[in-house]
C-alpha cells in the first residue's frame, strides 16, 4: 500500500499553474529553469552524497566510495562554468550564492577583522552587513553588532555617489587607505548600476587587499556579456546565484581569475570555506541542472542577458512617464534586469506589494536609499528576467508598466493581467 500524497500533488498543481501561467512574475532573485533543468534533477543523484572534491585518477579526494559519474559530472560543471565566464578556478559546490558569501567569510575572514561592504539600504545584501556572515564572522567577544561606537565591529560602508545608487570610487579609496581592511565586497541585492571594481581593486593590489565581488543577481548577465566583467576587472572572488539572471537551480558558484600565485593564497580559503566550512554534502541532485543551465547560457546567454537589460530600462521608462516615479532616472533608471520603484505615496512598499500580488503581479517590497526600517520600505524592487525569458519585448513592457500603474493606485486588473500571461507561455533561450 503506497502513502497518500494526492493532496500534497494538487498543491503543487495549484502553484505550477498559477505561476507559470497566470501570474507575471517579477521577483528579481527567481527565474524559472527551463524543461531539462527540471528534467535532470529527477535522478539517482537525489539520494547520494560526494563530499570533498571529485577522485582524479589515483588520488582519492572523496570521503564516499560510489562517486564515479557524480565525479564526472562535477568536473564537467567546473570545466564548462570556468569555460564560459573565462574563469580559471571554480567551485560549483555551494548551494546558494549566500552559501558561496558565507564561503569565503568563514575561509578568509577572524575576529577582529576590517571589512568595507555596501549598506543594506544601499542595495547591500543582508549577508553582507552586522547580522550576517559578514558582520558575524568579525566580531569578537564583547563587541556590539552595531555599526559605529567604541565596541562596534570594524564594519564600514562603500562611500556613495550623491545619487546614492553608484560607489564612489575615489572616496572608497580613501576610506580602505584610512581603515585597511581585510577584504572589500562589492556588489549589492539591489543592483541597478556597475561597480567601479576595476579602480578599487587596482588600488586593493597595492595594499594586498582582495576584493570580493557578489555577482548573486547579475550572474547571468555578466555570462552574456552585459553589464561589467569583474573578475577581468580585477576582482580577486566572484560568487553568484545560479537561479536569478543566470536561469538554473538553486546552486551557488565562486568563480576566480587568478595566476598560480595569487591562486596559493587567495583560492584555499573558499576551498576550505565551501567544505567543511559552508557546506557538507552539497545537493547533488541540482548539479547535472547547473551543467545544463550552462550550456544553455554558453549558446543563448547573450541574446538573452541583452534583451533583459533592454526589457528592464523600457519598463522603468514606462512606469516614469506615466507618473509612477522609478529611481535613477538620471541614468536611465538601470543597467541590468531591475528597476527600484518608489511607492511610497501610495501606501509603501509592503501594502503595494500585496495589492499587485492581489492582480497576480508579483514582485517584492525593498529599501531606498535613506529608508531605515527594512520592513516598511518605500521601494518595490522589479526584475524581467523571468518574462524575458518566456519572450515579453519593450512593447509588452510598455502593456505591464499600464497593468502596474493601474494597480499600484487600487484598480483591479486581474483579468487583464491574464490576458497579457496568455501571450506569453513559451520559454524562449533554452
Known amino acids: 500500500m503506497t502513502v497518500d500524497i494526492s493532496d500534497i500533488e494538487a498543491i503543487l498543481a495549484k502553484q505550477e499553474d498559477w505561476r507559470q501561467r ?100 544601499a542595495g547591500g545584501h543582508i549577508s553582507h552587513g552586522a547580522v550576517g556572515v559578514f558582520g558575524r564572522r568579525i566580531q569578537t567577544r564583547g563587541q556590539s553588532l552595531k555599526v559605529g561606537g567604541p565596541q562596534s565591529i570594524n564594519l564600514h560602508y562603500l562611500p556613495l555617489t550623491e545619487d546614492r545608487y553608484h560607489v564612489d570610487a575615489q572616496k572608497t579609496i580613501e576610506l580602505i587607505d584610512r581603515v585597511n581592511p581585510q577584504i572589500v565586497v562589492m556588489g549589492k541585492s539591489l543592483f541597478l548600476f556597475p561597480e567601479p571594481v576595476a579602480e578599487v581593486a587596482a588600488f586593493c593590489k597595492t595594499r594586498d587587499i582582495p576584493v570580493l565581488y557578489d555577482g548573486a543577481h547579475v550572474l547571468g548577465l555578466i555570462a552574456g556579456g552585459q553589464f561589467q566583467s569583474p573578475l577581468q576587472e580585477g576582482a580577486t572572488w566572484m560568487t553568484g546565484s545560479t537561479h536569478k539572471t543566470f536561469p538554473g537551480p538553486q546552486r551557488g558558484v565562486i568563480l576566480a581569475n587568478m595566476d598560480e600565485e595569487t591562486a596559493k593564497k587567495y583560492w584555499p580559503p573558499a576551498d576550505r570555506g565551501v567544505f567543511p566550512g559552508s557546506s557538507s554534502n552539497h545537493h547533488l541532485f541540482s548539479l547535472p541542472a547547473l551543467l545544463v543551465a550552462t550550456r544553455e547560457m554558453k549558446r543563448y546567454g547573450r541574446e538573452y542577458a541583452a534583451q533583459i537589460v533592454r526589457n528592464a530600462q523600457a519598463l522603468g521608462q514606462a512606469l516614469d512617464e506615466l507618473g509612477t516615479p522609478v529611481e535613477a ?76 500603474h493601474d494597480a499600484i493606485r487600487g484598480k483591479q486588473v486581474r483579468e487583464a493581467v491574464h490576458q497579457l500571461r496568455a501571450r506569453y507561455l513559451e520559454m524562449r533561450y533554452v
Open 22 to 121: 497566470q501570474c507575471i512574475n517579477l521577483i528579481a532573485s527567481e527565474n524559472t529553469p527551463s524543461p531539462a533543468v527540471r528534467r535532470v534533477q529527477h535522478s539517482d543523484f537525489m539520494g547520494r552524497y560526494a563530499e570533498g572534491h571529485p577522485n582524479e585518477g589515483e588520488r582519492i579526494n572523496r570521503y564516499y566510495q560510489g562517486t564515479r559519474y557524480i565525479d564526472e559530472i562535477e568536473r564537467m560543471a567546473r570545466d564548462e562554468i570556468c569555460e564560459l565566464f573565462g574563469a580559471k578556478q571554480a567551485d560549483v559546490r555551494p548551494i546558494s550564492g549566500n552559501a558561496a558569501n558565507t564561503a569565503i567569510a568563514l575561509g578568509f575572514l577572524r575576529g577582529g577583522d576590517t571589512i568595507v561592504v555596501n549598506s543594506t539600504d
Open 329 to 404: 532616472r538620471e541614468f536611465g533608471y538601470t543597467r541590468s534586469h531591475m528597476i527600484a520603484v518608489n511607492v511610497a505615496n501610495w501606501g509603501g512598499g509592503v501594502e503595494v506589494a500585496r495589492r499587485l500580488e492581489a492582480n497576480d503581479i508579483i514582485v517584492n517590497y525593498n529599501m531606498l536609499p535613506g529608508d531605515a526600517d527594512p520592513r516598511n520600505p518605500s521601494g518595490l524592487r522589479i526584475g524581467v528576467q523571468e518574462m524575458t525569458r518566456f519572450g515579453m519585448d519593450e512593447r509588452a513592457m510598455g502593456e505591464l508598466a499600464q497593468l502596474i
